[in-house]
């Protein structure tokens, strides 16, 4: 059986990584209570999460004073509940939350069906674009033509065919 996260009032939400550039592994933690939940989800992911949650609060009212440097590191975990391969958002003027869904990452072995679903305040989804744009931009640079990551050596780039790679 899956696992299903209802977070709707988190007291803490983050990205982050563990490992160094160029084997980093990214994480989605947050925090309700006595519930941790860790999900592993790939950079791009990150990027993306980060550039949409920007355009998305440009149209809301200003948060307010966003969580410190301290609030947003990982906490210690044991394991990782599972790796994300959807991510939606969306926001409930009722409420004024960001709601963010994470669907689990289909695979043959059990078939997926765990989600998080995280009812964020405008303060917490700012902070959370603010690191992941960050993190991703603390990695190595993307490559023009492909937007896979580039190595100082540099890389079998798949819209050139393998000749010539892009280097840094």
């Known amino acids: ?21 160029g084997q980093r592994v990214f994480y989605l933690q947050a925090r309700a209570a006595e ?20 355009r998305l609060l440009q149209d809301l009212a ?3 004073e966003l969580p410190g440097e301290k609030a947003l590191e990982l906490e210690d975990f044991d394991e990782v509940a599972f790796s994300v391969g959807a991510l939606a958002v969306a926001y409930d003027a009722s409420s004024d939350r960001v709601v963010l869904l ?9 078939g997926g069906g765990g989600e998080a679903r995280l009812a964020l305040t405008r ?10 744009a960050s993190l991703v931009d603390a990695g190595r640079p993307a490559c023009p033509l492909c937007g896979f990551p580039l ?3 540099g890389h079998v780039c798949p819209r050139t065919n393998g000749h010539e790679p892009p280097v840094r």
């Open 1 to 21: 059986m899956s696992d299903v996260f209802e977070l709707g009032s988190p007291e803490r939400v983050t990205v982050g990584t563990v490992g160094p550039v």
């Open 102 to 110: 994470a669907e689990e990452l289909e695979d043959e072995e059990d």
């Open 151 to 153: 190595d100082p050596r």
């Open 123 to 132: 303060e917490q989804a700012a902070a959370l674009a603010i690191r992941g």
């Open 35 to 54: 519930t941790l939940v860790t999900l592993k989800l790939e950079k791009q992911q990150v990027g993306a999460l980060s550039q949409h949650l920007g």
């Open 62 to 64: 200003r948060p307010g």
